[in-house]
């Protein structure tokens, strides 16, 4: 005779409630912007935020401008007006076979989020290059003119491969187009040690001159026998302990070290 088993009842896992994903979401974008804005102001900049309404690239394109999120329906239509007049240029990079009517149409819409065709049309729309500043990772550049052919630059804040923001130096009083912001790379060269403040490439005669009236390292005496035919010359040890020298000196700390390094930029 079988015996009746008892029946287990599985109690099924709770689900997260929404509104804890919800706050856990927000706390952690604060904590990106926190990060974020220390990053920024490194490099003398900040962050000017804008509403994320799906019109964020375009009030971004606003504040910069002219210094007025709110005109972004304005750059909105100018942006797909141009790519309507360069059909030809845009149209072979419409993704999911989507009509070029229909996708300029969609694009007029209020709160119709921007692509990458909508930034490469506002650089050459403004003959402007554009910098993409990004957390923790090297910024990106829409690169459509030479230095002396771009009118300026736009800089934009790109948040959680979701949202635009706008970026100005720290001192930009923020009242009409932002002023022009120069992100100046790491110096190759280093600050002379004669005390004269001049800096000098490592191949310059004077950096050499200088470096050679500084008293050698001492050292304490090797318990190596001395080389021989075929080993190190004198001249190759000292060059050697010349370029061991220089290795270990510190190197000069940008201006833009002070809170993150400069994680310097990719061209897209």
């Not at 926190?34 to 509403?51: N, P």
């Not at 992100?183 to 490592?202: D, F, L, Q, V």
């Amino acid at each position: 005779m079988a015996r009746n088993k008892k029946k287990v009842a599985v109690a099924a896992p709770k689900a997260r409630k929404p509104k804890r994903d919800a706050e856990e979401k927000k706390f952690a974008k604060k904590a990106d912007m926190t990060e974020f804005r220390a990053q920024l102001d490194s490099l003398g900049l900040k962050i000017i935020e804008v509403s994320a309404d799906g019109n964020c690239f375009f009030r971004a394109m606003g504040d910069q401008l002219e210094g007025n999120e709110e005109e972004h329906m304005k750059y909105r239509a100018m942006i797909v007006q141009y790519i309507k007049e360069h059909r030809v240029d845009f149209e072979p990079f419409i993704e999911d076979e989507e009509p070029f009517e229909k996708y300029c149409d969609s694009m007029l819409e209020d709160g119709t989020w921007a692509g990458h065709m909508e930034l490469q049309a506002a650089s050459i729309l403004k003959r402007k290059n554009i910098c993409i500043h990004m957390l923790n990772s090297p910024r990106w550049y829409i690169r459509n003119f030479s230095d002396r052919e771009a009118t300026s630059m736009i800089h934009l804040s790109y948040h959680q491969g979701e949202h635009y923001n706008s970026v100005r130096l720290r001192e930009d009083p923020c009242q009409g187009p932002a002023m022009p912001v120069i992100i100046k790379g790491k110096s190759k060269t280093k600050e002379c040690s004669c005390g004269s403040a001049r800096k000098h490439k490592p191949s310059c005669n004077l950096a050499t001159t200088v470096a050679s009236r500084e008293p050698p390292k001492t050292t304490a005496p090797s318990r190596e026998p001395p080389k021989t035919k075929g080993g190190q010359g004198k001249g190759q040890k000292g060059k050697k302990q010349k370029k061991k020298e220089q290795d270990e000196t510190p190197a000069i700390r940008d201006h833009d070290s002070k809170v993150a390094p400069d994680l310097g930029a990719l061209c897209i």
